[in-house]
Nanobody, 121 residues
Framework: QVQLVESGGGLVQAGGSLRLSCAAS????????MGWYRQAPGKQRELVVA???????SYADSVKGRFTISRDNAKNTVYLQMNSLKPEDTAVYYC???????????????WGQGTQVTVSS
């Protein structure tokens, strides 16, 4: 089993910055793609950005140029640097990861518990 623990959310004024972290732990043989999703009240969960094990990234259009994802494979951690935040970025942000627990084992998808990001106008 793999656990994902997010941190770094909070309240910030529009135009400000926050940095989210997500650390993976547990029975990990290999981490594949990792990413961040968000869910605003009354809306569906949406992909914000994903990063492959080879550091190929894919951003939602709404965050391009403002958010940056990175990962530290030695620490099994993924980061999300969020700059120029807008009120519409307000949401619960969830970390997501695909991981296998042993050599040639199947990959499963895991989710963190979520961290609240609130951007005031």
């Amino acid at each position: 089993q793999v656990q994902l623990v997010e941190s770094g959310g909070g309240l910030v004024q529009a135009g400000g910055s926050l940095r989210l972290s997500c650390a993976a732990s547990g029975s990990i043989f290999r981490l594949d793609a990792m990413g961040w999703y968000r869910q605003a009240p009354g809306k569906q969960r949406e992909l914000v950005v994903a990063i492959t094990s080879g550091d190929i990234t894919s951003y939602a259009d709404s965050v391009k140029g403002r958010f940056t994802i990175s990962r530290d494979n030695a620490k099994n951690t993924v980061y999300l640097q969020m700059n120029s935040l807008k009120p519409e970025d307000t949401a619960v942000y969830y970390c997501n990861a695909r991981a296998s627990s042993y050599y040639s084992g199947p990959y499963s998808t895991y989710w963190g518990q979520g961290t609240q990001v609130t951007v005031s106008s």
